[in-house]
Nanobody, 127 residues
């Protein structure tokens, strides 16, 4: 059974930090890229950052550059998203998803093509 489980969300003050984790199981980690997306109320799901260990590639949305860092622990099949200097506009439900490596480079922020998703973790940023 494929599972992606997010954790690490919570309430933080503006300027603070959080580290989200996406623990995966049930599929070959090297065959997929892992992406972090977020969705705020009334808004579309948007890509934040994604990584493929097999391709040695990472991508960031402009909103995440210089503040967020994505990394992976292949031994644990887990991907992390370190979020620093958080802003109120970063508040959302954060989801991790798995996308086939064959399309990762070209379509890493196209959420419709992701095969698997976690249940999400809430991030709240107070001003």
């Amino acid at each position: 059974e494929v599972q992606l489980v997010e954790s690490g969300g919570g309430l933080v003050q503006a300027g603070g930090s959080l580290r989200l984790s996406c623990s995966t199981s049930g599929f070959n980690f090297d065959d997929y890229g892992i992406g972090w997306f977020r969705q705020a109320p009334g808004k579309e799901r948007e890509g934040v950052a994604c990584i493929s260990s097999a391709l040695h590639s990472t991508y960031y949305a402009d909103s995440a550059k210089c503040r967020f860092t994505i990394s992976s622990d292949n031994a644990r099949n887990t991907v992390y998203l370190q979020m620093n200097s958080l802003k109120p506009e970063d508040a959302a439900v954060y989801y991790c998803g798995a996308v086939p490596i064959e399309v990762f480079t070209a379509m890493h922020f196209v959420f419709e093509i992701y095969d698997y998703w976690g249940q999400g973790t809430q991030v709240t940023v107070s001003s």
